[in-house]
């Protein structure tokens, strides 16, 4: 069936560091690709999300490519602060049995702290 | 704030007893989503509402029941509480209708609910 696997956590950084969260996904057709954040005491908020194969979504310094040779749509920030310190949430969007629904899919999250 | 909004933010009870969350979606999104959140299973996609119609399931107990009303808010009714209920439960609302391939969902701050 349709699934998402990222990176398990925590991670780590520094403020300034690289920063990369794996995700990968399986399904079939073709999905759209979402990373949400959540802060901590909230709720989940769409960070970017990508619609079709070598799209580029991107926000807030932070992107990711729809690689569909991949399956993969990873996350990466060049410059990491501490205010990114959240866990990171892939998502895929899938079709439901019928032909007619979509389901969001989400991975297990990935905590990201930055430290000062 | 997302827009959308749920109550209540936190909530403790017993086990055997029966509680209802309530989740007010965006201004004019049709779509309303449960899902609930634990450390051991993540983010599970609970059910989906669209313009009153239960549209999908996810992996939501027979012990669990929600519905959407004419003013579009929805209740997630929990019943005969187990301690492993205990979770945050999310609600999402989204513009398009379910066969919106591109549909974003914009999460509610979430009801934690404790079961003693």
């Known amino acids: 069936g349709n699934s998402v696997t990222q990176m398990e956590g925590p991670v780590t950084l520094s403020e300034e560091a690289f920063l990369t969260i794996n995700c990968t996904y399986t399904a079939t057709g073709y999905p759209s690709l979402f990373w949400y954040v959540q802060y901590p005491g909230e709720g989940l908020q769409l960070l970017l999300k990508?619609?079709?194969?070598?799209d580029k979504g991107s926000n807030k310094g932070f992107e990711a490519t729809y690689r569909k040779e991949t399956t993969s749509f990873h996350l990466e920030k060049g410059s990491v602060q501490v205010s990114d310190s959240a866990v990171y949430f892939c998502?895929?969007?899938?079709?439901?049995?019928?032909?007619?629904?979509?389901?969001?899919?989400f991975g297990k999250g990935t905590l990201l702290t930055v430290n000062p | 704030d997302s827009g959308v909004t749920q109550t209540p933010k936190h909530l403790i009870t017993a086990t055997g007893q029966r509680v209802t969350l309530r989740c007010s979606p965006r201004?004019?999104?049709?779509?309303v989503y449960w899902y609930q959140q634990s450390l051991d299973q993540g983010l599970q996609f609970l059910i989906q509402?669209?313009?009153?119609?239960?549209?999908a399931k996810g992996n939501i107990l027979e012990r669990f029941s929600a519905q959407q009303f004419p003013d579009l808010h929805s209740e997630l009714n929990l019943s005969s509480l187990e301690l492993g209920d205990s979770a945050l439960y999310f609600c999402?609302?989204?513009?398009?209708?379910?066969?919106?391939?591109?549909?974003?969902?914009?999460f509610g701050a979430g009801s934690r609910l404790t079961v003693l």
């Open positions: 201004s004019g999104d049709l779509s």
């Open positions: 999402a609302s989204s513009a398009g209708g379910p066969s919106s391939g591109a549909n974003v969902l914009t």
């Open positions: 998502a895929l969007l899938t079709l439901l049995s019928g032909g007619s629904n979509y389901k969001l899919t």
């Open positions: 990508a619609t079709k194969a070598d």
């Open positions: 509402y669209y313009n009153g119609e239960e549209r």
